[in-house]
Every structure is written in C-alpha cells, then in structure tokens.
C-alpha cells in the first residue's frame, strides 16, 4: 500500500465493517461495499482478507502510537491513568467499544494459527509495554514514582489489563474492569507511588485522547488535518 489515502479509506471502511459483523462474519465484500471500491480492486491492494486485517491492526498499532504522543505535556502520573483508563474502557461510545474489542479478541484467537496476526499483535505488544515503560521511567526521573523495574511492572500491567477486558467481553461483567482498576491502584500503583503523590480517581485527559481517536478512525480518517500524524 503506497497511497496513503487510499489505505486511509480501505482502513475506514475496515474499521467500520468489523464494528458491525466482527472478525468471524466479515468479509471483503463487507468492506468493500463502505469505500468506492470493488471487491476485485480490494484485492489490487491486498493478497486476501488476512493480509487487509492484518493491516488493519498495524494501522490500529499506528494510530493509538500517534494519539497517546499527544498526552507528553501531561505528569507521568496523569500519563498513566490515561493510559490505564484508555485500555479499559475505551471509546466513550458502549456499542462501539464492545464492537472492536469484541472483533480484536476473535483475531487475537486466530494469532496462534496465523503468522501474519501473530507478528502484528507482537508489534502491538511492544508498542503499548514502550509506552507504559517510558512513562514509568519519566515517573522516576520527575521523583512520581519510587525506583523500580519499569519493564516488569509493564508487563504486569498489561497482563492484568488485558486480562480484566477480555474477561468483560467474555462474561459481561461490566462491574470487573471497576473492581480491577480498583486493584491495580491498591495492589500495584501504592507501592510505586512517591510518598505524597496520589494516583487520580480518573483521567479527564483519557476523553481527549478517546475523542481524537474516534474521529481519526470512525469519523475523519480523511481530515486533512490529521495528515502530518500519518505520514
């Protein structure tokens, strides 16, 4: 894919279809039917529907990358409720939120069979524990945070996250992201909090953050302002 707006679109209409059908119903055709597109010309771009949904969660990687950048003004500690909140609850919108997390899972199920998922989940992966990592780090370095492991205590919190959002999908149980999130500041936070430094109740930044992201991919994938974050 070389053209950037023409992936922009195909991500858009991808992004769109997965809310409605999900990963196991969707089909070229779906996505397709949301651009200008034939299903013959999708494939011009695209080997098959794995290597366009394997694209498509680069293209996630990409953006939640390019959105949470813009949260390094905020302290570390607010940098880390964002990020908390954000991978918990997600879009402010419920069906939207349950849609792609919901679709993400069933890729997520076919990884251990497809290579293609496997190394883009990997990259996701990575991406979100760098995150976590350097915002731990600053932490220190600005005296919000004791000394610590910031690589294992990532990696805790992304497994305790992901654990907590795939068990509400699962069970629908709305009440456990609370009750882990609850958890995580009692049972993981106050032993790395400075004496002194609280962490937030919630994270009035994480609506921005969630704002920008439903617009670059739901609603205006095509602003031109958002081109410069893109390329």
Not at 105 to 122: D, G, K, V
Not at 129 to 144: F, H, K, N, T, V
Not at 168 to 183: F, G, K, M, N
């Amino acid at each position: 894919m070389t053209d950037p707006d023409v992936r922009d679109a195909i991500m858009k209409a991808t992004y769109e279809a997965v809310c409605e059908y999900g990963y196991t119903d969707l089909t070229a055709q779906d996505i397709a039917d949301r651009t200008d597109k034939s299903k013959s010309l999708l494939f011009y771009h695209y080997d098959s529907k794995e290597d366009l949904v394997a694209d498509f969660v680069d293209y996630l990687v990409e953006w939640f990358g390019d959105r949470f950048e813009e949260t390094e003004e905020l302290p570390p500690t607010q940098r880390l409720a964002t990020f908390v909140d954000w991978f918990l609850y997600g879009s402010t919108d419920a069906d939207e939120r349950q849609s792609i997390h919901t679709a993400m899972l069933e890729i997520r199920t076919q990884a251990p069979h497809n290579e293609q998922y496997r190394e883009q989940l990997r990259r996701s992966d990575d991406l979100l524990r760098e995150i976590l990592e350097e915002i731990l780090r600053d932490g220190i370095e600005a005296g919000e945070f004791e000394d610590h492991d910031p690589e294992e205590t990532a990696a805790l919190l992304i497994a305790t996250l992901d654990g907590a959002r795939i068990r509400q999908l699962t069970l629908e149980r709305d009440d456990y992201v609370e009750q882990v999130r609850s958890a995580i500041v009692s049972r993981i936070f106050a032993d790395i909090l400075a004496d002194g430094v609280s962490f937030p109740a919630d994270s009035p930044a994480v609506d921005e953050l969630d704002r920008s992201a439903n617009t670059s991919i739901s609603d205006a994938i095509d602003d031109p302002s958002d081109e410069a974050s893109r390329q």
